[in-house]
């Protein structure tokens, strides 16, 4: 029977609790109830009570209730409830989650939900699932549903949204429970591919090479969180490999642009251990949204109205130096076997002869500083006399990859 674990603050939230969990049995689901309720007692319906949440992430309740310092506790009520959910569906205890409330009781279980694996079920009943709704997702496989009115006591609103979550959440656990052992199909080893719009036939012709040597490529559009979301999965372990053509977000994170994916960016796979094999796919460009909206500071600079909601922004040759050295200085970090290749006449679609972001200058610089930060590391930079989307370069990076991943050295396409 699947088991649906229900993480929520029983001390305000109680009597909704008590209803989601008897509708979860009536829906023939066993129930696991964690209270995170820093002033609570369990409400006489939790499994899990708040000292036991407050000790898996280190700390003491009583303590945390003497300060009253509200957003810490609730800070240290999300690590722990991150801790105990992760063991228990790391146990085989728990085959999905279900969690309704206001901003805070969100934050928690948002908390617990971004640290369970890729896959099990975790759907999320919040006022707050509107507008930039990122700080709850994270880059995990979250569901969000918007509870219309706050979550305070069953009404004829709450019911039918409650109970169309409860409907959702027992069919997905009872799915999982089903299949999570299962034998997979046909079961290839992943590989992750960074990809923009402008990079596209590269990673194209890349992922249709790796698919006829045997693997399964995993395709992320590099907006700031889909190259959080590739790291995370080379983080859990899911991944073979990393063909991270696309590095674009680095450069939204130096200048400032709005798809930056953090500081860390470029490092998981290096910290794992994980062949990867990389290049500057879209590093001439920093993405803002619409012209209105580019900060003044920029006023003067070369830019490209992609769309009407997309304005893009030539880096310079300072900034290509920058990011040049940052690249270097993250792969040498790295772990696993690493290669490197470089498009030497564009590394991006407008990147080229006669195109609006032509800047030999600027990529010159970028490309030297790589070649610089990897002098006498042992990674080898490969130089490509080409334009990253032209016929060869994509090919030639898939194979590279297969080779650091099978440990062989013969790389041409048979």
């Known amino acids: 029977m699947a088991t649906v674990i229900l993480l929520g603050t029983f001390d305000t939230k109680g009597e909704e609790y008590a ?62 409830a991150a801790v105990l959910v992760k063991r228990f569906v790391d146990e085989g205890q728990a085959d999905g989650l279900l969690a309704v409330g206001g901003s805070g009781g969100s934050s928690v279980a948002a908390k617990a939900m971004q640290a369970m694996p890729v896959g099990v079920p975790k759907l999320l009943v919040s006022t707050m699932a509107a507008g930039d709704v990122s700080p709850y997702v994270g880059v995990s496989d979250v569901t969000l549903m918007y509870s219309v009115v706050d979550v305070s006591g069953i009404n004829s609103i709450s019911r039918r949204v409650f109970g169309n979550a409860v409907a959702a959440i027992a069919a997905m656990a009872k799915h999982y429970a089903a299949t999570a052992d299962a034998p997979a199909e046909d079961e290839k080893p992943l590989i992750g591919a960074t990809m923009f719009g402008l990079t596209t036939p590269a990673v194209d012709e890349a992922r249709a090479r790796l698919t006829e040597l045997g693997y399964e490529v995993l395709v992320f559009h590099a907006t700031g969180a889909g190259g959080k979301a590739m790291e995370a999965l080379a983080e859990a372990g899911f991944l073979a490999g990393v063909l991270d053509l696309t590095t674009t977000e680095l450069a939204d994170d130096l200048v400032g642009g709005v798809l930056t994916a953090g500081p860390h960016r470029l490092e998981a796979a290096g910290r794992m251990g994980l062949p990867q094999v990389v290049s500057v796919g879209a590093l001439d460009m920093v993405n803002f949204g619409p012209e209105a909206t580019i900060p003044a500071s920029f006023a003067g600079r070369r830019f490209l109205v992609h769309n009407p909601t997309v304005t893009l922004m030539r880096t310079s040759a300072s900034e290509m130096a920058t990011l040049g050295t940052s690249i270097a200085t993250k792969l040498a970090a790295a772990t696993g076997p690493v290669a490197v290749f470089l498009p030497l006449q564009g590394v991006s679609g407008i990147d080229v002869a006669d195109g609006p972001f032509e800047d030999a200058a600027a990529d010159a610089a970028l490309f030297a500083a790589i070649h610089q930060g990897l002098d006498g590391t042992g990674i080898p930079v490969t130089d490509v006399d080409c334009r990253i989307n032209d016929p060869g370069f994509g090919l030639a990076a898939a194979n590279a990859l297969h080779a650091l991943i099978t440990g062989t050295t013969t790389t041409e396409k048979e």
Not at 19 to 42: N, P, Q, Y
């Open 19 to 80: 209803w989601l969990r008897d509708r979860l049995r009536d829906e023939g689901c066993e129930t696991l109830l964690i209270d995170a309720g820093v002033f609570s007692d369990g409400h006489g319906i939790a499994d899990v009570l708040p000292a036991e949440v407050a000790a898996a992430a280190g700390d003491d309740l009583e303590e945390l209730r003497a300060a009253r310092d509200r957003g810490a506790s609730m800070r240290v009520m999300a690590r722990g």
